[in-house]
């Protein structure tokens, strides 16, 4: 199956009772049993439920690994796929993070004592100066956040897996439309669900997806144990939105293209954050590595400033300045004292964040409409 076919087909058959083409939502905590232990595979809805698994097996589909498992955030995922490191193990991860993933390694995993070196995952030099012999695992973001770097999957994986370190790719910002992180041999993919597989900004929700069986049986003993898991509602808002992943991404690449091109040529921008810009320094890698260049992009202002940043976002009249991304809504939010706000300045100025960054995630309605806005807001 094609790409587009599996995203409304992979993993689903109709209902076994009624023959319903989208899996019911089993709204329910636990399941009859016809002899102690014996039933028809699910006992308790911690540890499963029927719209999850029909949601379970769509993600492993998308991301061509044989299993996936599902949490109630997209934290809440890594939260459960970290527990498999032990105190003194060490991970090497980008220094241009998503700033809830660095809050939950630096205030929750290095204080169970789990150390991580955060580096320009660009340079490969530097990730290779940054392991030691007790890195256990990579941890990569690509395209990062809010900077729109490009990280070159394989050339990671190459260089972790003689060195048997675990590489799990963060695929929020490209969604598996774009870019399938296990075709260039890393060990798993992690999504904030919440974003563009979900789609629609009305659910929370994670997954990892892998075909690694350590990987896989600690994320079902964590399901079980540490209990993160979705409601069943949230699966099937989930796996709705996946039947139109493709039509989506597509539609808001398109509009981000033609935004990027228009705030190139603005005079009150200094630069223009996006891979599919020939002025990115990764333009070429990402050709290679994604199938288009995404709906994210970032900019900064000539005048450099938190106030001017500020302003700018005030004026916009179909943007909404929020949080989150990967909506069919155009948002605009300021990293600097949204997103990365638990990020001290200093390590976001040495990161490259500056203080008028605008981040931008493109929606789905028209270009012009969302052109004119930016416009108008200068
Ligand atoms: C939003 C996000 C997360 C966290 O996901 P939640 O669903 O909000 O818990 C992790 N990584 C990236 C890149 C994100 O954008």
């Given at each position: 199956m094609k790409f587009n076919t599996k995203t409304i087909h992979a993993g689903q058959e109709p209902?076994?009772?009624?023959?319903?083409?989208?899996?019911?939502?089993?709204?329910?905590?636990?399941?009859?049993?016809q002899?102690?232990?014996?039933?028809?595979g699910y006992d308790y809805a911690r540890v499963g439920n029927p719209t999850r698994t029909a949601l379970e097996k769509m993600i492993a589909g998308l991301e061509g690994a044989d299993e996936a498992a599902c949490f109630s955030s997209g934290v809440a995922a890594m939260d459960s796929l970290m527990k498999m490191l032990r105190p003194g193990d060490h991970v090497v991860t980008t220094n241009d993070l998503y700033g809830g993933s660095y809050r939950l390694f630096t205030k929750v995993f290095e204080?169970?004592?789990?150390?991580?070196?955060?580096?320009?995952?660009?340079?490969?030099?530097?990730?290779?100066e940054a392991i030691t012999p007790n890195t256990k695992l990579m941890w990569i973001e690509t395209p990062t956040n809010p900077l729109l770097r490009v990280v070159d999957?394989?050339?990671?994986?190459?260089?972790?897996?003689?060195?048997?370190?675990?590489?799990?790719?963060?695929?929020t910002f490209a969604s598996p439309y774009l870019q399938r992180p296990l075709e260039f041999g890393a060990d798993a993919v992690l999504h904030s669900a919440?974003?563009?597989?979900?789609?629609?900004?009305?659910?929370?929700?994670g997954a990892v997806a892998s075909s690694n069986e350590a990987i896989m049986e600690n994320l079902r003993f964590q399901t079980k144990t540490s209990g993160?898991?979705?409601?069943?509602?949230?699966?099937?808002?989930?796996?709705?939105?996946?039947?139109?992943?493709?039509?989506?991404?597509?539609?808001?690449?398109?509009n981000a293209k033609q935004i990027a091109e228009f705030l190139e040529g603005h005079d009150e921008v200094e630069s223009v954050l996006y891979p599919g810009l020939r002025s990115h320094p990764q333009h070429e890698l990402a050709k290679k590595q994604m199938d288009d260049f995404g709906a994210m992009l970032s900019f900064t202002l000539k005048d450099d400033s938190i106030?001017?940043?500020?302003?700018?976002?005030?004026?916009?009249?179909?943007?909404?300045?929020?949080?989150?991304?990967?909506?069919?809504?155009?948002?605009?939010?300021?990293?600097?004292?949204?997103?990365?706000?638990?990020?001290?300045?200093?390590?976001?100025?040495?990161?490259?964040?500056?203080?008028?960054?605008?981040?931008?995630?493109?929606?789905?309605?028209?270009?012009?409409?969302?052109?004119?806005?930016l416009d108008q807001s200068f």
């Open positions: 209902e076994e009772t009624s023959g319903a083409v989208m899996p019911p939502i089993f709204q329910t905590s636990t399941y009859a049993q002899a102690p232990n014996k039933h028809k204080p169970y004592g789990i150390d991580f070196t955060f580096v320009d995952m660009t340079d490969l030099g530097k990730v290779e999957i394989q050339a990671l994986v190459d260089i972790a897996k003689p060195k048997n370190i675990l590489t799990v790719v963060d695929n919440t974003k563009y597989l979900a789609g629609h900004s009305d659910v929370i929700h993160a898991v979705p409601g069943p509602m949230d699966c099937y808002l989930t796996l709705r939105g996946i039947k139109t992943l493709s039509v989506r991404v597509q539609r808001s690449v398109d106030e001017a940043a500020v302003k700018f976002m005030q004026n916009t009249k179909v943007f909404t300045l929020a949080e989150s991304l990967g909506g069919v809504e155009s948002l605009i939010s300021h990293p600097a004292s949204m997103t990365h706000g638990s990020i001290p300045k200093d390590v976001r100025e040495k990161a490259g964040l500056k203080d008028s960054l605008i981040r931008i995630s493109v929606g789905i309605e028209d270009a012009e409409d969302l052109i004119a806005d």
